[in-house]
C-alpha cells in the first residue's frame, strides 16, 4: 500500500536533499519564499547548490486524496489510525525511489506531525530534523471531535469554507498575519484546496498518535523554530520540545511571527534550515 505523492523541485543539486513539509490547510507553497531564500542564502555563502524538495501531502495541492479503501484502520469517528504512518512510509519511499538514503526533514505544523513520524518510523532516513511551530500530543477529544465535524461538512458541501478560520485575525496576532495580503494569498490557498482533500487530512491527523515519546530518540542535527505570536505552539511549547532532543536542538524564536512562520518570517527561518544543514555537513 502506498501514496501518491507529487514532489516539487525547488532546486537540484548535490548531497542531501531538503525536504519540506507544509502545513494544514495549504500546501507546498507556503514554502515559496523560504525556498528563494535558501536558495540566495546558500548562494551568497559560496555552498554547493543542494537539493530542495517541497512535496504535497494527500489531498493538498497536487497529490490526490487516498481513498478510505487504502488508508488502513478507520475509527469508529471516522479518523484514520495508520494514514500518518502511511504518509510517512511513502515520504521515506520517495526519498529512495530518487536515490537517497537520508535527507534533513523540516516540517511545519502538520508537516512536523510527519516528520517526527518518519523519525519514528525511519530514523536511518534522517540526517537532520527541522520542527517549526509543531507539537507531540495527539488530538485531544474535543480537537479530535472538531476535526472530524470539519471533514464531514467539507464532504457533504463540497467547501473548503469550515477551514477559511485560518485567516481569521486576532488581536494578537503577528502584523503579517494581520495584513491584507497575507489575508488573501492564504484565503485563495484555501479556497484551491479539494474539499475531500481538506478531509483527507483532517481525518489522519485526528487518528495520529501522541508522538512525544519521539522528541527524545533524535539524535541527530535539530532545529526547533516558532513566532513568538504563534497561538499553537509558542515558545512556551517548542522549548520543552527542544529540551527533550537528544542531540541538543538550537532553537529560533521570532518576534512578530504566527504559526506560518516560514511564509510569515521566511528570512529568519531561511537562515535556521542554512544553519541546520551546517552543522549536518560537519557531522557527516
Request: proline content about 6%; aromatic content about 8%.
Amino acid at each position: 500500500m502506498t501514496f501518491d505523492i507529487v514532489n516539487h523541485v525547488y532546486r537540484d543539486g548535490e548531497g542531501l536533499p531538503l525536504v519540506l513539509c507544509h502545513g494544514f490547510p495549504v500546501d507546498h507553497r507556503m514554502w515559496d519564499r523560504c525556498a528563494t531564500a535558501l536558495m540566495e542564502l546558500s548562494d551568497a555563502n559560496g555552498a554547493v547548490q543542494y537539493p530542495i524538495w517541497a512535496p504535497d501531502m494527500p489531498g493538498a495541492g497536487d497529490s490526490p486524496a487516498v481513498p478510505a479503501a487504502e488508508v488502513g484502520r478507520i475509527a469508529d469517528d471516522g479518523a484514520y489510525f495508520d494514514a500518518l504512518d502511511l504518509m510517512a512510509d511513502a515520504y521515506v519511499d520517495m526519498l529512495h525511489a530518487a536515490g537517497y538514503d537520508r535527507a534533513i526533514w523540516a516540517g511545519l505544523s502538520m508537516g512536523g506531525y510527519l516528520v517526527l513520524d518518519i523519525q519514528r518510523r525511519h530514523p536511518d532516513a534522517v540526517a537532520g530534523i527541522a520542527l517549526l511551530d509543531t507539537k507531540g500530543d495527539a488530538d485531544s477529544a474535543k480537537s479530535r471531535a472538531n476535526r472530524i465535524r470539519i471533514a464531514a461538512e467539507c464532504e457533504r458541501d463540497r467547501t473548503t469554507q469550515p477551514v477559511m478560520f485560518f485567516v481569521d485575525v486576532a488581536p494578537n496576532d503577528s502584523s503579517v498575519k494581520k495584513s491584507a495580503a497575507y489575508i488573501e494569498q492564504f484565503g485563495e490557498w484555501i479556497r484551491e484546496q479539494e474539499p475531500e482533500g481538506i478531509a483527507w487530512r483532517e481525518r489522519m491527523a485526528a487518528g495520529r498518535p501522541d508522538l512525544n515519546d519521539v522528541f527524545g530518540t533524535i539524535a541527530e542535527p535539530a532545529a526547533v523554530v516558532c513566532g513568538l505570536n504563534d497561538p499553537s505552539s509558542p515558545p512556551a511549547v517548542m522549548e520543552p520540545i527542544a529540551a527533550q532532543i537528544r542531540s541538543g536542538a538550537v532553537v529560533t524564536e521570532i518576534e512578530d511571527c504566527g504559526h506560518f512562520s516560514a511564509w510569515e518570517r521566511p528570512e529568519a527561518v531561511a537562515q535556521a534550515l542554512h544553519n541546520l544543514r551546517m552543522r549536518v555537513e560537519r557531522r557527516s
